[in-house]
C-alpha cells in the first residue's frame, strides 16, 4: 500500500514536471508557486489588456505615435475653476475647462463642444457634434449656441426672454440621468447630481484590488454598470431610465471612461487606465491608508497623457459605443432598455420602446449596433423638439429647429426608421419620470 502512495506520488510529480519546467521547484518552495503565478497572471493581464482596448468594431489600434500626447502646460495647464466658474457631472468636460480646452468659466460655445472633446480625447465628430448641439439646445442658449457645464449659464444679450439653459447640472431627465457610474441620483440626493459619490468611485475603484496591471477596461467598467444600475433599483423608489438620457448617455458615461480615459504608449497602443490616471480624471486623492478624498472641480488630464489615436478607424463613434452596448446588455440587459421603479425599490418596469417611438424602434434594436446608430440619431431629433416646445421660445423655436437639422441631418443614414410620432406619456406612469424632479 505504501509502495502504491508513493508510486503515485512520483507520478503526479513526473508528469507536473512534464507539463512545467517549474513544478519541481514549485513543489519544494510554495512561496516560488505563488510568485510564479503571479508574474504568469501579470503577463495574461498584459495579453488581455493588449486584446480588450481596442477602436470599433474591436480591431486593435495598430499605431501609436508620440503627437497623441496632450498638452498640459502653457495655456492648458491645470487651474482650479474661480468662484464663477461652472462644473458639473461630467469629468472628461470639466477636466477641459480646468486645462483651456474649453473656456474655463465652463460656459461652452457649441463648435467647441465637438472639435475639444474630438482634439483631446478621439471623441468622433459624429459624436461629439450631436452631444453638443442636444446640449444648447436642450439645457443652453438656443440664441448665441452656447452651453453649460454645471448650472445655470449667465444670461447675456443673446439669450432668449426666457433665460439661457440650466445647464448640464439642472438637466434631469433630459441629459443627466440616474444610474451614473459615479455620481448620485437625483432623488437619493436632493437634486445634487453634479458631485461624485466617492463610495460609488470606490465601488469601481477596488474592481481591480492587488491586479498585478491594474486597468479600468471594458469588461470592468460592464462590472460596475451591473452595480451602479442595480444599486440604483435597489436603493431608490423613483429610478427612472429614459430613452437618450438613460439608455444612451448613463451606459456612455460608463463606455467613455475606458474609451478615452485610457492612455496609449509604445507598450501599450490600444490604451491601459491605471489608477492613478482614473483618479486624476475623477478629481481623486488617496491617502497613504487607503482613503479616498474627492475635490469638486479638481478633474485633471494627467502629466504624459497621450489620448486615443484620430482617424476614421480610431476615434469613437456611435457605432464604437453601440458594439460596446451590445456587451453591456448581454450582463445588464435591464440597463439597455427604457423603464424604472414604480415607487418601491426593486420595482423596475420596462416600457416596450415601440409605445414610444410609434413603432419605429423596439427595446430590442438597442441591442443591433446598426439599428442602434439610426436610433441614436432619431432619438435626438424626436426629443429636442419634444422639450423645446415646451419651453416657449417664440420665434426662437424656428432658429432652434434649424439648427438640429442642419447639424444632425448630415450624419443621418436615410435607410434610418424615422420616429413621427415620439409619445412621451409613458413617463407619467413613473414616479421618478417628470423633468427635474422628483
Ligand atoms: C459634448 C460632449 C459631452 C457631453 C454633452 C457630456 C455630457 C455628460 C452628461 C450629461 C453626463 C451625466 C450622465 C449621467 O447622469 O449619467 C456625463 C457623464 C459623464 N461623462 Fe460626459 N459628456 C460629453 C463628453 C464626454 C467625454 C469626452 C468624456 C470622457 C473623456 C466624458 C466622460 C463622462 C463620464 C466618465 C461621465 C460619468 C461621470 C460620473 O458618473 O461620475 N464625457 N457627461
Known amino acids: 500500500m505504501k509502495f502504491l502512495y508513493s508510486s503515485a ?12 519546467p517549474y513544478a519541481e521547484r514549485a513543489l519544494q518552495d510554495p512561496s516560488f508557486l505563488k510568485r510564479h503565478l503571479e508574474k504568469q497572471e501579470s503577463s495574461q493581464d498584459e495579453a488581455a489588456n493588449e486584446k480588450r482596448q481596442s477602436g470599433p468594431g474591436g480591431i486593435p489600434f495598430t499605431t501609436f505615435d508620440k503627437n497623441q500626447l496632450i498638452d498640459v502646460t502653457g495655456d492648458h ?56 448641439v442636444y446640449a444648447t439646445l436642450v439645457d443652453g442658449d438656443v440664441v448665441g449656441d452656447t452651453w453649460s457645464i454645471g448650472g445655470k449659464q449667465p444670461q447675456t444679450v443673446t439669450s432668449p426672454i426666457l433665460g439661457a439653459g440650466d445647464g448640464l447640472s439642472g438637466s434631469h431627465n433630459k441629459y443627466e440621468s440616474d444610474a451614473s457610474p459615479g455620481r448620485g441620483d437625483y432623488y437619493l440626493f436632493n437634486g445634487d447630481v453634479s458631485s461624485l459619490r466617492v463610495k460609488k468611485f470606490k465601488a469601481l475603484y477596488d474592481l481591480q484590488k492587488n491586479k498585478p496591471v491594474p486597468n479600468y477596461n471594458l469588461d470592468v467598467l460592464i462590472q460596475h454598470r451591473k452595480y451602479t444600475f442595480d444599486d440604483s433599483k435597489n436603493t431608490n423608489p423613483y429610478f427612472f431610465f429614459e430613452p437618450f438620457a438613460g439608455v444612451a448617455v448613463a451606459n456612455a458615461a460608463h463606455t467613455f471612461i475606458p474609451a478615452l480615459f485610457s492612455n496609449h504608449s509604445t507598450q ?38 497621450y489620448r486615443r489615436p484620430l482617424g476614421a478607424v480610431n476615434e469613437y463613434t456611435p457605432a464604437s459605443f453601440a458594439q460596446d452596448l451590445v456587451k453591456i446588455a448581454a450582463v445588464v440587459p435591464e440597463a439597455v432598455s427604457v423603464g424604472g421603479n414604480t415607487g418601491k425599490v426593486n420595482s423596475f418596469t420596462g416600457v416596450d420602446l415601440g409605445d414610444i417611438t410609434g413603432g419605429a424602434y423596439h427595446t430590442t434594436d438597442l441591442r443591433n449596433p446598426t439599428k442602434f446608430v439610426c436610433y441614436f440619431y432619431q432619438i435626438t431629433l424626436a426629443l429636442v423638439p419634444d422639450f423645446l416646445r415646451s419651453e416657449a421660445l417664440g420665434s426662437a423655436l424656428g432658429s432652434a429647429l434649424n439648427l438640429l437639422h442642419s447639424k444632425i441631418d448630415p450624419f443621418v443614414d436615410p435607410k434610418c426608421a424615422k420616429i413621427a410620432n415620439y409619445n412621451d406619456t409613458f413617463a407619467s ?10
Open 9 to 20: 506520488a512520483l507520478l503526479l510529480v513526473t508528469a507536473a514536471q512534464a507539463l512545467c
Open 77 to 132: 495647464a491645470w487651474k482650479a475653476p474661480g468662484p464663477n466658474d461652472l462644473r458639473g457631472p461630467c469629468p472628461g468636460l470639466n477636466a477641459l475647462a480646468n486645462h483651456g480646452y474649453f473656456p474655463r468659466s465652463g460656459v461652452v460655445p457649441l463648435t467647441v463642444g465637438a472639435t475639444a472633446t474630438n482634439q483631446v480625447y478621439g471623441l468622433a465628430i459624429n459624436f461629439g457634434l450631436p452631444l453638443s
Open 268 to 305: 501599450y497602443p490600444n490604451g491601459l487606465l491605471d489608477k492613478q490616471t482614473l483618479k486624476s480624471f475623477f478629481a481623486i486623492t488617496e491617502a497613504a491608508d487607503g482613503t479616498l478624498s474627492y475635490k469638486p472641480g479638481y478633474e485633471r488630464i494627467p502629466n504624459n497623457w
Open 429 to 438: 406612469k413613473f414616479p421618478g419620470g417628470a423633468i427635474g424632479q422628483p
